[in-house]
Structure formats: structure tokens, C-alpha cells
Nanobody, 122 residues
Framework: QVQLVESGPGLVKPSQTVSLTCTVSGGSITSNPFYWSWIRHPPGKGLEWMGTISSSGTTFYSPALEIRTFLSRNTSANQFTLQLRSVTPEDTAVYFC??????????????WGQGIQVTVSS
């Protein structure tokens, strides 16, 4: 059974870069046919897909966030990371990592982490 655990800062100041890491156990991030994603849930809004990295390392980004988002991975540590630049209070959300067999994770089908609250405030 794959397990995903998000980690990172809970509070970030506006204009800074937030870096979140998803640590995976029970499965390798290099194994086909899986895709590894970041999704967020802002307060009062729906889920928003941010980006995905494939088992081969190919990245896919939401057009709405692409200019501020960077995904990377550490295969030795079985982790993948999200960097979001120039954050504003609008980036306050619960951030989730997930595994699915499609580029955009399906809420009822993907394996999800428990989520991490990130608040952007001065």
C-alpha cells in the first residue's frame, strides 16, 4: 500500500518561495505507470491541480500556475518536491500530493497524502 506524506513550512511570508516535499513509501516514484501530483484546496474553493511529474521525470504544469511552479524529484530518497514562487495570500490552502495513473489525479481513484496547511501571511 503506497503512502504519501507532505512536509514543509506551515507559514510563509508574501513574495517568498514555498517548498513542499512529498515522501513516498510502499512504492517507487520511478515505477510505471504512475504519475505524481500536487493539488491544493484553498478555503471556500474547489480542488486545484498544480502539476505532475511522471515516473520518467517528465513534468506537466497547470497553465494558471506554470510561471510560478517548479516540480523536481529525488529518486534516491523517493521524494518529489513542489516549489511555488512569489506567493500571495491567495496561495493559502491545504496542499496535497497524490499518485494516479493519469496526469491529472482523479479524486476518487488516486492515492492521497493527508495534506499540509500552508498559510501566506506577513
Amino acid at each position: 500500500q503506497v503512502q504519501l506524506v507532505e512536509s514543509g513550512p506551515g507559514l510563509v511570508k508574501p513574495s517568498q518561495t514555498v517548498s513542499l516535499t512529498c515522501t513516498v513509501s510502499g512504492g517507487s516514484i520511478t515505477s510505471n505507470p504512475f504519475y505524481w501530483s500536487w493539488i491544493r484546496h484553498p478555503p471556500g474553493k474547489g480542488l486545484e491541480w498544480m502539476g505532475t511529474i511522471s515516473s520518467s521525470g517528465t513534468t506537466f504544469y497547470s497553465p494558471a500556475l506554470e510561471i510560478r511552479t517548479f516540480l523536481s524529484r529525488n529518486t534516491s530518497a523517493n521524494q518529489f518536491t513542489l516549489q511555488l514562487r512569489s506567493v500571495t495570500p491567495e496561495d493559502t490552502a491545504v496542499y496535497f500530493c497524490a499518485r494516479d495513473t493519469s496526469v491529472q489525479p482523479r479524486p476518487d481513484y488516486a492515492s492521497w497524502g493527508q495534506g499540509i496547511q500552508v498559510t501566506v501571511s506577513s
